[in-house]
Nanobody, 121 residues
C-alpha cells in the first residue's frame, strides 16, 4: 500500500507565496514521476507541474515563471513553491505519483487527498 500525504495549503493574499509538500510512503520500489494537479469548483482537474525521475520539470503555461516543482528523492517527497499567487490559482491541489510497488512489482498511479489553496484579499 502507498500513501501520499500533502500539506502546506491555506489562504493567501494575491501576490503571496505558499509551499506545498507531498510525502510518499509505503511499498515503493521506484518512482517514475511525481506531479501536482489542481481542480477548481466546476472545472476539470488539470495538470500544474510534473517531474519525471531523471527528467526536466514540465509546467502548465498558466504557472510558468511563478511555480517551481522539486523533489527530494531520498525522502520520496515532492514540493511545489508557488509565488506571485493569483485568485485564479484558487483550487484543491492534488499530488500524484506513478511508481512501481516493492510488493507486487506493479506500476500504478496514486493520488493524495488534496489540499485547499485559496488566493483572496
Amino acid at each position: 500500500q502507498v500513501q501520499l500525504v500533502e500539506s502546506g495549503g491555506g489562504l493567501v493574499q494575491p501576490g503571496g507565496s505558499l509551499r506545498l509538500s507531498c510525502a510518499a510512503s509505503g511499498s515503493i520500489f521506484s518512482i517514475n514521476s511525481m506531479g501536482w494537479y489542481r481542480q477548481a469548483p466546476g472545472n476539470q482537474r488539470e495538470v500544474v507541474a510534473v517531474i519525471a525521475t531523471g527528467g526536466s520539470p514540465i509546467y502548465a503555461d498558466s504557472v510558468k515563471g511563478r511555480f517551481t516543482i522539486s523533489r527530494d528523492n531520498a525522502k520520496n517527497t515532492l514540493y511545489l513553491q508557488m509565488n506571485n499567487l493569483k485568485p485564479e490559482d484558487t483550487a484543491v491541489y492534488y499530488c500524484n505519483t506513478i511508481l512501481r510497488s516493492a510488493r507486487s512489482g506493479a506500476l500504478s498511479d496514486y493520488w493524495g487527498q488534496g489540499t485547499q489553496v485559496t488566493v483572496s484579499s
